[in-house]
């Protein structure tokens, strides 16, 4: 159960996984990454040989000892989520006691960093997953800030970066506003897997949410209180018009107060 779990999650982040990749061929940037390289001013990641980073966003602390229920993890000086639950772990440079039963490996979202995600839960191989839409779950630092830079090819052909047949989608979160652009490197290229989005979720996001205003195509759609979902420490917008932001470019205005303006048409799951 607990390797088809995480089997399972290494399918929901294979586009995080795949850029990282991508980096490491590019600019030779680790996949598997040591702490004191993401923070070499803290001395303490030196000596640190029982946790480590996946690329710069996710933080693994396994537990490695037979019987072993807890670890303890150091985090430096950042904040840092529980990867499942999306709860606020640490905020600051300390040793943190997390649960580790034996199905479980505790993993963290780092503060400032954002994630595509796909529902993997019936997924077997890659080919299961081209027609999950992208989740985009953006995992706010201590400014209220989260971006990340995604690198797509057609995930087959060999020469991809020499003919310049990809794409890059940036994502970012800031001032109640989220942005996504789809950059296409080469007009003769097509993403053909690419399946628009599903959901958007604020980790760290606390402010009352009244509704939102997408911006996609020329066109604005109203977000109500249908298409919100919060928690104490979250907010996702669901339903989002798919036939809008297939191009990959759109905007997510956040509002916080009560809004009767008719700011464009109105979109309800």
């Given amino acids: ?37 993401e923070f070499p001013q803290d001395v303490k990641t030196l000596t640190l ?40 772990v640490s905020d600051k440079a300390q040793d943190v006691t997390v649960d580790a039963p034996l199905t479980e490996m505790p ?66 979160y800031s001032n109640d506003v989220v942005k996504s652009t789809m950059t296409i490197n080469n007009p003769d290229f097509v993403i053909s897997k690419f399946n628009g989005f599903g959901d958007v979720t604020l980790i760290g996001y606390t402010d009352a949410v009244k509704s939102a205003v997408l911006t996609a195509g020329g066109k604005t759609y109203n977000l109500t209180s249908a298409n919100i979902k919060t928690t104490s420490n979250s907010v996702t917008f669901t339903g989002l018009p798919a036939d809008a932001i297939m191009s990959g470019n759109f905007t997510l205005n956040i509002n916080q107060s009560d809004s009767n303006v008719d700011l464009g048409q109105e979109f309800l799951p």
């Fill in 49 to 88: 040989d029982q946790q480590f980073l996946l690329g710069d966003a996710i933080l693994v602390t396994p537990a490695l000892n037979e019987g072993q229920t807890q670890v303890t993890a150091y985090f430096p000086d950042a904040i840092f989520y529980d990867f499942e639950t999306y709860e606020l």
């Fill in 107 to 172: 993993m963290f979202i780092r503060g400032g960093y954002a994630l595509v995600m796909q529902d993997a839960s019936t997924a077997l191989c890659m080919n299961d997953l081209i027609s999950q839409p992208l989740n985009l779950v953006f995992a706010l630092d201590s400014n209220g800030e989260a971006s990340y830079s995604y690198y797509f090819d057609d995930g087959i052909s060999l020469n991809s970066l020499e003919d310049n047949l990809n794409a890059t989608l940036d994502i970012s």
């Fill in 1 to 37: 159960a607990a390797s088809q779990k995480y089997l399972r999650i290494r399918y929901s982040i294979i586009l995080y996984m795949y850029t990282l990749f991508y980096q490491a061929s590019t600019n030779g940037s680790t996949v598997w990454r040591h702490m004191m390289f």
